[in-house]
């Protein structure tokens, strides 16, 4: 796909290729444990042999990642989750079997990577079954697409308006918390903020 310039800037194959080989060499040769807490609880896009509700202490999800090119555009910008720093988060943990590892999560690295507005981190997580390692996707403080602490007002300004290559701001918000009422998980700001997109989109109706 030819690059947007008004978008962000998408990492090359031999860049995302050279991370993921670094990010490897701190896994072993078993499975792997892969964390999500957005769209891969929804759409994981992964070759997983199992699946498990999981807690992730010392992060929380958050609409804290500016989207403008897949859900937003310059012009509207979308807002995506992703980790950011205290609290606890609730998500789901995938087993990516051995042996090819790296072949069965190269997809879901590039989808998540491509953007530069994520950074990989191995992280402890607790299930019912005990605890895991596992691999996950927060927040690149020092890029240009971290939006920082806003209000759920803005963020819901924000959500309700953009439209972007694969869809609406609103619509991913909405399958997450679709699918978070299904593992039963409340996440209080999610049910916040999808109550105050609602409202804004209700608004936009009345008025056409």
């Given at each position: 796909?030819?690059?947007?310039?008004g978008?962000?800037?998408q990492?090359?194959?031999?860049?995302?290729?050279?991370?993921l080989?670094r990010?490897?060499?701190?896994?072993?040769?078993?499975?792997?444990?892969?964390?999500?807490?957005?769209?891969?609880?929804?759409?994981?896009?992964?070759?997983?042999?199992?699946?498990?509700?999981?807690?992730?202490?010392?992060?929380?999800?958050?609409?804290?990642?500016?989207?403008?090119r897949?859900?937003?555009?310059r012009?509207?910008?979308?807002l995506?989750?992703?980790?950011d720093?205290?609290?606890?988060?609730?998500?789901?943990?995938?087993?990516?079997?051995a042996?090819?590892v790296?072949?069965?999560v190269?997809?879901?690295?590039?989808?998540?990577?491509g953007?530069?507005g994520y950074?990989?981190?191995w992280?402890?997580l607790t299930?019912m079954?005990?605890?895991?390692?596992?691999?996950?996707?927060?927040v690149?403080?020092?890029?240009?697409r971290?939006?920082?602490?806003?209000?759920?007002?803005?963020?819901a300004d924000?959500?309700?308006?953009?439209?972007?290559?694969?869809?609406?701001s609103?619509?991913?918000?909405?399958?997450?918390?679709?699918r978070?009422?299904?593992l039963?998980?409340?996440?209080p700001f999610?049910?916040?903020?999808q109550e105050?997109?609602?409202e804004?989109?209700?608004?936009?109706?009345e008025?056409?």
């Amino acid at each position: 796909m030819k690059d947007d310039p008004g978008a962000h800037k998408q990492l090359t194959e031999e860049e995302l290729s050279a991370w993921l080989d670094r990010i490897l060499l701190e896994h072993d040769e078993g499975d792997l444990w892969l964390f999500g807490y957005g769209s891969l609880m929804w759409k994981p896009d992964l070759d997983f042999a199992e699946s498990r509700p999981a807690l992730l202490k010392g992060w929380h999800r958050r609409f804290c990642l500016w989207q403008w090119r897949w859900r937003g555009s310059r012009h509207h910008p979308g807002l995506m989750l992703a980790l950011d720093r205290g609290g606890a988060c609730r998500g789901v943990a995938y087993r990516i079997a051995a042996p090819r590892v790296r072949e069965k999560v190269a997809k879901v690295w590039e989808r998540e990577m491509g953007g530069n507005g994520y950074r990989p981190r191995w992280v402890n997580l607790t299930t019912m079954q005990g605890a895991l390692r596992g691999l996950t996707f927060v927040v690149n403080h020092e890029g240009g697409r971290y939006a920082g602490r806003i209000s759920d007002e803005i963020a819901a300004d924000h959500i309700a308006s953009a439209c972007g290559e694969a869809g609406t701001s609103a619509e991913y918000l909405l399958e997450t918390v679709l699918r978070c009422e299904e593992l039963g998980i409340h996440d209080p700001f999610l049910w916040r903020l999808q109550e105050l997109v609602a409202e804004r989109m209700r608004t936009v109706d009345e008025t056409r």
